[in-house]
Every structure is written in structure tokens, then in C-alpha cells.
């Protein structure tokens, strides 16, 4: 959580200089959804992220300098140069990739527990999503098809009560109840705050036991805070009265961790002063070398177009 945070924060202070192009969608304030999840996973169970995704990326494992140089646009990146924020992929994690698309990751996550259960290999596949993609046609036919076909998918629903500029009370017609939807298609859901990572961890770790052991669909409703805007730039116009000041201090992931440490056994608090450290400097030295990395070759542009299979 510590790296996912640092992470963004770096680069809400790196897009002001004007040397990563593109949009980019920071993910403050959710780290213990992402954590949450993604710790009970091995590296053969496969997620496919959102625009939001790099702490999914980070969470399931993908290198942090790697990250950094694709968004600066680099050869050396995890994807060439090539995605930029909105595409991080790695495949050899189980990183199906973040996705543009709004609902697009829902139909991907089902075909990859398609072959989950075709392989039986008893792995799992999770699509990341928010509340507004709770509305796209796309995630209510995937979870009616995963539901048909009776595979190892789990819906996670990170609901951050926003969906671009809308809030959810407007836009979505259960409110704040997205999991029920997943419900009526014949799916066990659960439900947790996303802002604390003991109450995440737990609720999933249900959750996947019961996928694990039946083969089954599933869903999670997470509910979480987003720091910043929608993109780098939104001015949040949208946002109520002293809404950022008071999330900011009653709902941080990273301060309900330090506060609920000590019940959960974790009396010395010092280690995760010197995470932070740790991190801090991890982060320096993946901003400076994905600075001094090269661009790609312009003569490779054809190439990763196509699969040739």
C-alpha cells in the first residue's frame, strides 16, 4: 500500500512537468481494495485491471521501475513504451493488463476463467471495475455468462462514489448497493470497506475459498475513496463542500492500517516506518531512470501490432 501510494503521489507531481503524455488516472485512497484482493492470489491466478490500474499492477507484483518507464513512454517498460498509463500488462504475473475501456475488463476476466476451468488448474480470474461500470452492458453479460457456464470469476467492484465526474447516487440505479446486482444473476456476493485492508483481506479470502472450492462465480463490493480526480487535471468541481479534507482524514488506507495494526498483532510499529523509507527511495530511483531511459526505436513501430499465432 505504502509503494502504491508513493507511487501516485510521485506522479502527481511528474505529469506537472510535462514530460509523460497521455491521461493518467491516480488510484490514492483505494491502495487497501488492490492489496486486499490481490495478497491472496499466486501468480497463476490472473486479474485484468481498469484506467485506475496501477495499484492493481503494483498489488498483483508488477515491477514498479518497469511501470514507471512505460508511463514516461520508454523502451525498457513493461509494454515497450507502447500502453502508457491506461495498458500496463504482464502477462508473466498473471497482469492481463489495465484497459481504457470502461467494462471491457469484465468479458476478458470470464474468458480467462473459461480456460481456468478448462485447464483445471484451479486458478481464479478477478475483473476490477467501478461503479461505473456496473452500468456497462458489457459487465452484465459477462456475469450472466459466467454464471451460464459456471466458471471461476470473481467481480470486484471497487465503488469510489464516483463514476468520471457522476456520483453513484445519481447514476446507478441500487445506489450504493452495486453487489446486489451481481446477486440477481445468481452469484454469492460480499461486501467490505475497501478502506481497510483487514476487513478486504478477510471478506476475500471468504470469497475465494468458496471460488477455489466450487468452481464458481463471484462477487465483491469494495467500498473506497479516490484522492484525486477522475484524470490528472479535473479541477473536481463535482466534489461537495470539505468532501477531500474529510476523507482524507477519516477514510485513508494507509492510517486505518496504522491504527487497526496493534489489535491485528502488530504492536511495533517502526517496520512500516522503514517500509516507507524503503519505498521512498524505490520510487526516487524508478522516476530517475525512467527519466534517463531511451524512447523506443521509431524503426520498431510495426512491430506488436499483430499476433502471429
Known amino acids: 500500500m505504502a509503494t502504491i501510494r508513493q507511487f501516485e ?10 514530460e509523460i503524455a497521455g491521461f493518467t488516472h491516480l488510484y490514492c485512497g483505494q491502495e487497501a481494495a488492490a492489496v486486499g484482493v490481490c495478497d491472496h492470489l499466486t501468480t497463476e491466478d490472473m486479474i485484468v485491471s481498469t484506467h485506475r490500474g496501477h495499484g492493481h499492477c503494483i ?6 521501475k518497469g511501470m514507471m518507464k512505460e508511463i514516461y513512454g520508454r523502451a525498457d517498460g513493461l509494454c515497450k513504451g507502447r500502453g502508457g498509463s491506461m495498458h500496463i500488462a504482464d502477462l508473466s504475473i498473471g497482469m492481463l493488463g489495465a484497459n481504457g475501456i470502461v ?26 471495475s467501478g ?18 457456464t459456471k466458471v471461476p470469476a470473481i467481480f470486484v467492484f471497487e465503488n469510489n462514489h464516483y463514476s468520471e465526474h457522476t456520483g453513484v447516487d445519481y447514476a446507478v440505479g441500487t445506489a450504493r448497493d452495486i453487489a446486489s446486482r451481481a446477486e440477481a444473476f445468481g452469484m454469492k456476493v460480499w461486501r467490505a470497506d475497501g478502506c481497510d485492508f483487514f476487513d ?7 470469497l475465494l475459498d468458496y471460488v477455489r472450492s466450487t ?69 526516487e530511483e524508478a522516476t530517475a531512470e ?20
Not at 474468458?111 to 486458478?123: D, I, P, V
Not at 456497462?136 to 456475469?143: C, S, V
Not at 478486504?200 to 471468504?206: I, K, L, R
Open 103 to 128: 467494462g471491457a475488463g469484465a468479458p476478458q476476466a470470464v474468458g480467462a476463467a473459461l480456460a481456468a476451468k478448462l485447464q483445471g488448474k484451479g486458478r481464479v480470474a478477478i475483473a476490477f
Open 9 to 18: 503521489e510521485r506522479l502527481h507531481e511528474e505529469i506537472k512537468t510535462g
Open 200 to 206: 478486504t483481506y478477510a471478506v476475500m479470502g471468504e
Open 290 to 309: 525512467a527519466r534517463a531511459a531511451a524512447p523506443p526505436d521509431p524503426a520498431t513501430v510495426a512491430e506488436d501490432v499483430y499476433v502471429d499465432y
Open 215 to 283: 468452481n464458481l462465480p463471484a462477487a465483491i463490493e469494495l467500498d473506497t475513496e479516490r484522492f484525486y480526480g477522475h484524470f490528472e487535471g479535473d479541477p473536481q468541481r463535482y466534489r461537495g463542500p470539505g468532501e477531500l479534507d474529510r476523507i482524507r482524514a477519516e477514510r485513508d488506507a494507509l492510517k486505518i492500517f496504522r491504527d487497526r495494526a496493534p489489535g491485528a498483532g502488530l504492536t511495533d510499529l517502526a517496520p512500516l516506518d522503514a517500509i516507507d523509507a524503503e519505498v521512498a527511495q524505490l520510487i
Open 59 to 64: 498489488a498483483k507484483g508488477c515491477d514498479v
Open 131 to 148: 461503479d461505473g461500470a456496473c452500468n456497462q452492458g458489457t459487465t452484465f453479460e459477462a456475469m450472466n455468462f459466467a454464471v451460464v
